[in-house]
């Protein structure tokens, strides 16, 4: 926790939180567990516990912790020398939310929102970059003719290249590949969330909100194809959850006005990506940034907050 008592991050928060601006931040995380993933060569890497509960600390000593349906009107409401408001997320069918993340976010007091697909409920189904991560882990030569071409993809970043690449295959394509990728790797790398598991979530107050059953890019679906991935799936978390979903975090972190508009015909108050912007009250609550967390230390990450903030009030 060396980084995290640097007087720079801690000063410029007090400082931010004496505007009276009406902002708010959300954080995206995926999987928390030991040990730590390479996130040169993880294309996913899973945070460690302790890191995660440092940087959960010290968020909650300088935000007030929202769930993401929230956000918005927090920020709205904020007042001349209150905290900011800060959502904790969490992306994708995960079998560690329930085993590793919520256990600790219950100890901490902190509420968050988990964005599940529902893929996983009944068995496993995994998606391309896990197949993909495991079979490289398992031993599969990165320029193996199974996948698609790419510049250098032995070096640092290739299987970020790699991924990027059987993203851009067609979807028959993508999961026939992901297919072979797992029975290359002795099997699915990932359980996922069974419905016990989505229901002890919610049952222990955590915010369930959707993150599509198919997890396509959004902005390349056609109009038909697009509402479709907007409703497919959801009815089954909100039977779990006994209520509607009515927050999305965007398949990639990728959204645009178009997949905005059509959310909110679906009936979405709020949509999160992946830009890493604070929110403002005169934004569109369907388009709400998320920044990433820290893989070096808490106070690493405070301080990424603190500058996106105080950059947000230049602009």
């Given at each position: 926790?060396?980084?995290?008592?640097?007087?720079?991050?801690?000063a410029l928060a007090v400082a931010l939180r004496a505007s009276d601006r009406?902002?708010?931040?959300?954080?995206?995380?995926?999987?928390?567990?030991?040990?730590?993933?390479?996130?040169?060569?993880?294309?996913?890497?899973?945070?460690?516990?302790?890191?995660?509960?440092?940087?959960?600390?010290?968020?909650?000593?300088?935000?007030?912790?929202?769930?993401?349906?929230?956000?918005?009107?927090?920020?709205?409401?904020?007042?001349?020398?209150?905290?900011?408001?800060?959502?904790?997320?969490?992306?994708?069918?995960?079998?560690?939310?329930?085993?590793?993340?919520?256990?600790?976010?219950?100890?901490?007091?902190?509420?968050?929102?988990?964005?599940?697909?529902?893929?996983?409920?009944?068995?496993?189904?995994?998606?391309?970059?896990?197949?993909?991560?495991?079979?490289?882990?398992?031993?599969?030569?990165?320029?193996?003719?199974?996948?698609?071409?790419?510049?250098?993809?032995?070096?640092?970043?290739?299987?970020?290249?790699?991924?990027?690449?059987?993203?851009e295959l067609a979807p028959g394509e993508r999961e026939s590949l992901t297919?072979?990728?797992?029975?290359?790797?002795?099997?699915?790398?990932?359980?996922?969330?069974?419905?016990?598991?989505?229901?002890?979530?919610?049952?222990?107050?955590?915010?369930?909100?959707?993150?599509?059953?198919?997890?396509?890019?959004?902005?390349?679906?056609?109009?038909?194809?697009?509402?479709?991935?907007?409703?497919?799936?959801?009815?089954?978390?909100?039977?779990?959850?006994?209520?509607?979903?009515?927050?999305i975090a965007y398949p990639f972190g990728i959204g645009d006005e178009r997949?905005?508009?059509?959310?909110?015909?679906?009936?979405?108050?709020?949509?999160?990506?992946?830009?890493?912007?604070?929110?403002?009250?005169?934004?569109?609550?369907?388009?709400?940034?998320?920044?990433?967390?820290?893989?070096?230390?808490?106070?690493?990450?405070?301080?990424?907050?603190?500058?996106?903030?105080?950059?947000?009030?230049?602009?």
């Amino acid at each position: 926790m060396r980084h995290a008592r640097r007087p720079g991050a801690a000063a410029l928060a007090v400082a931010l939180r004496a505007s009276d601006r009406r902002a708010g931040l959300a954080l995206c995380y995926h999987r928390v567990r030991d040990p730590m993933g390479r996130p040169g060569w993880a294309l996913v890497p899973a945070l460690g516990t302790r890191l995660f509960a440092d940087q959960v600390r010290l968020l909650k000593a300088r935000y007030r912790l929202v769930r993401a349906r929230d956000l918005a009107e927090a920020a709205a409401t904020r007042r001349r020398g209150e905290r900011f408001p800060l959502a904790v997320t969490f992306d994708d069918d995960l079998s560690s939310h329930a085993a590793v993340t919520a256990p600790l976010l219950r100890s901490l007091g902190v509420p968050a929102t988990f964005f599940l697909g529902g893929a996983a409920l009944d068995r496993p189904r995994p998606f391309f970059w896990e197949a993909l991560q495991a079979a490289l882990d398992a031993g599969l030569a990165p320029d193996d003719t199974l996948l698609p071409a790419v510049d250098d993809p032995g070096g640092p970043g290739g299987p970020h290249r790699l991924a990027a690449a059987v993203r851009e295959l067609a979807p028959g394509e993508r999961e026939s590949l992901t297919e072979i990728l797992v029975e290359l790797a002795g099997g699915p790398p990932e359980p996922g969330l069974r419905r016990d598991a989505v229901r002890e979530l919610a049952g222990a107050g955590f915010e369930i909100a959707f993150h599509t059953r198919d997890h396509e890019a959004l902005d390349r679906l056609g109009d038909a194809e697009l509402d479709s991935a907007l409703r497919d799936g959801r009815e089954r978390l909100e039977e779990l959850t006994r209520g509607p979903l009515t927050t999305i975090a965007y398949p990639f972190g990728i959204g645009d006005e178009r997949v905005a508009g059509a959310a909110r015909t679906a009936g979405f108050a709020a949509g999160f990506t992946l830009e890493a912007r604070p929110f403002s009250v005169t934004g569109d609550p369907l388009l709400i940034g998320r920044y990433q967390p820290s893989f070096v230390s808490a106070g690493h990450l405070a301080t990424e907050l603190a500058r996106g903030l105080a950059r947000s009030f230049s602009a």
